[in-house]
């Protein structure tokens, strides 16, 4: 048939929604700013064993997950499952170690070949913070409540989420709880599904993250790794915990053991913004991340400690509901056919002008849109002005033109007003006629 849709997973991002989509985004760019994080990009696609190498081949994500391919020349390449693995393999690239520590911030598409629901898509897109070269428990404080803030710059997202939290200690500590993990489960190993079967060999702490109902009921009285860790992560996890729970950003504060997230990568504390409004479905995680100290070292870089998060951008949609408009001003020029076209473009370059030097002075992003609509009678022009959510409306008139000046109209408040077109040169006079800010 010739009705051609979008590939299952992948959705088209509409007008409408792109505006909103866009709020989310500028959102990030500004906390990002605010706490220090620059912005960079990597390539879409990367060589397959940067995903590989760095998020572990027993993890979903590279057993199952990745969208890989041969190129002409014979190279395997990935687009990227995550943000993480490309920027650690540009980092190191790039020689970035001279200038830790470093804060990055990047925001862009990613693939991941999953099941699609509510909130879950096979392209869709990421806001990622890293923080590399500081290992001090006051850079995981502040990232997790640069998180919680970025969620309540969304509005509806403050009230309804918890934050869970872990700390998977340090490799010590791991290894002593890995042991005990292991020796627990193969006393059960018959009820285990196939998938934690594989994993009690390569990676046991993920069976912790298992959503199979069987293993779900064998890990209720499985040992917990914060009974396993030194005095030292001990000691650190409580310092982060209790400073959580005073922070304003964050609704409630929740230690959850059996939280490992499902990358090998991980190390210390790891964190997860949980929705409980339900908006989206079973995928309820609207934010997460963790330390990672090993993984440039991993990668081949010298040992940098790291801690990082991602949302994504749709999942934010969804919970954000409508509570995310951008305000958008929006001018419509109205001209009598009688005047000369020339004047009418002349104008409104002019206004133009004028109004985006507005924004770049008062340093705000800018958001008036300013169109013209040449034909037809005026009271449909009005009324199409109207629907089109305009608020303010400039009627060009040949009377008018005679004395040097035209109507504006103030949708909302309907009050129309003769304006001098000379007014229209003076910032403060514009900024006073179009009621902005």
């Known amino acids: 048939s010739n009705n051609l849709q979008p590939v299952r997973g992948t959705h088209d991002i509409l007008p409408d929604d792109f505006e909103r989509f866009n709020a989310i985004l500028n959102n990030a760019r500004d906390i990002a700013t ?5 912005e960079m990009a990597t390539p879409i696609f990367e060589q397959t064993d940067v995903f590989a190498r760095s998020m572990g081949e027993s993890s979903d ?3 199952k997950e990745m969208f890989s391919f041969e190129t002409r020349g014979g190279e395997n390449v990935t687009l990227r499952p995550e943000f993480t693995a490309g920027i650690v393999r540009s980092f ?13 911030f990047s925001t862009g598409q990613v693939f991941r070949y999953e099941r699609p629901q509510k909130g879950r898509q096979r392209q869709f897109h990421q806001v990622n913070f890293e923080w590399m ?10 990232i997790i409540e640069l998180a919680g803030r970025f969620l309540q710059s969304i509005s509806a997202i403050k009230n309804n989420c918890v934050l869970h939290v872990n700390s998977l200690g340090d490799a010590h500590s791991r290894g002593i709880y890995r042991d005990k993990l292991v020796s627990y489960l193969n006393g059960y190993i018959s009820g285990l599904s196939e998938d934690s079967k594989k994993r009690l060999v390569q990676n046991p702490l993920r069976i912790l993250d298992s959503k199979d109902v069987g293993d779900r009921k064998i890990l209720e009285t499985a040992p917990v790794i914060t009974d396993y860790l030194n005095k030292e992560s001990k000691e650190r996890f409580e310092r982060i915990c209790n400073y959580l729970q005073t922070i304003l950003v964050v609704a409630e504060v929740k230690i959850d053991p059996k939280l490992v997230r499902g990358l090998d990568y991980y190390n210390g504390i790891v964190f997860e913004f949980v929705s409980s409004g339900g908006e989206l479905g079973s995928q309820n995680t609207v934010l997460a991340g963790g330390r990672y100290d090993g993984l440039i070292e991993q990668m081949g870089g010298r040992y940098t400690p790291a801690i990082g998060f991602a949302a994504g951008v749709e999942r934010l949609l969804l919970l954000a509901g409508e509570s995310i408009r951008p305000k958008t001003g929006k001018i419509t020029i109205l001209p009598f056919e009688e005047v000369a076209s020339e004047e009418v473009l002349d104008f409104a370059g002019r206004l133009r002008s004028a109004l985006y030097e507005i924004a770049q002075k008062s340093r705000q992003k800018f958001d008036t849109a300013m169109e013209i609509d040449w034909n037809g009678k005026l009271s449909k022009r009005l009324e ?7 608020s303010h409306v400039v009627i060009l008139s040949p009377e008018e033109a005679k004395e040097k000046k035209c109507i504006v109209k103030n949708m909302k408040t ?3 007003q003769k304006i001098l077109l000379s007014d229209f040169d003076d910032m403060e006079k514009l900024k006073a006629i179009f009621d902005i800010v």
Do not use: C
């Open 34 to 38: 605010l706490y220090g994080f620059q």
């Open 61 to 63: 994500v590279v057993s």
């Open 92 to 104: 190191i690239s790039n020689g970035m170690q001279q200038h830790l520590p470093l804060k990055l």
């Open 133 to 142: 070269g500081d290992d001090s428990w006051q850079a995981d404080a502040e």
């Open 384 to 390: 199409k002005a109207a629907k089109n959510a305009t």
């Open 414 to 416: 309907r009050i129309e």
